[in-house]
């Protein structure tokens, strides 16, 4: 069992910024896939990074390209979500996601709400 806790959320003015936190349990967090997901009211929820465990290659929606960058510290188990240039359609609940050998785990959501 993997318990994921995110932090970091909160409301800022279009064009600020936000780093979003999520800490994991485990003792083999290098090896985990880590994973950024969103969801708008009403609307399904949706990938929006995720950074590899070992080599640490990461992907990103094209909607956050450019915008948001994805990192991890395997010292203090955590992954990190910066938010540049946010805009108000990345109003949504983020959140964490670990899959471990095929299992996913997540976390409770953290709100992001920017004003416009």
């Known amino acids: 069992q993997v318990q994921l806790v995110e932090s970091g959320g909160g409301l800022v003015q279009a064009g600020g910024s936000l780093r979003l936190s999520c800490a994991a349990s485990?003792?083999?967090?290098?090896?985990?896939?880590m994973g950024w997901f969103r969801q708008a009211p009403g609307k399904a929820r949706r990938f929006v990074a995720t950074?590899?465990?070992?080599?640490?290659?990461?992907y990103y929606a094209d909607s956050v390209k450019g915008r948001f960058t994805i990192s991890r510290d395997n010292a203090k188990n955590t992954v990190y979500l910066q938010m540049n240039s946010l805009k108000p359609e990345d109003t949504a609940v983020y959140y964490c996601?670990?899959?471990?050998?095929?299992?996913?785990?997540w976390g409770q959501g953290t709100q992001v709400t920017v004003s416009s």
């Open positions: 485990g003792r083999t967090f290098s090896s985990y896939d």
């Open positions: 950074i590899r465990g070992g080599g640490g290659s990461t």
């Open positions: 996601n670990a899959d471990v050998t095929g299992h996913r785990y």
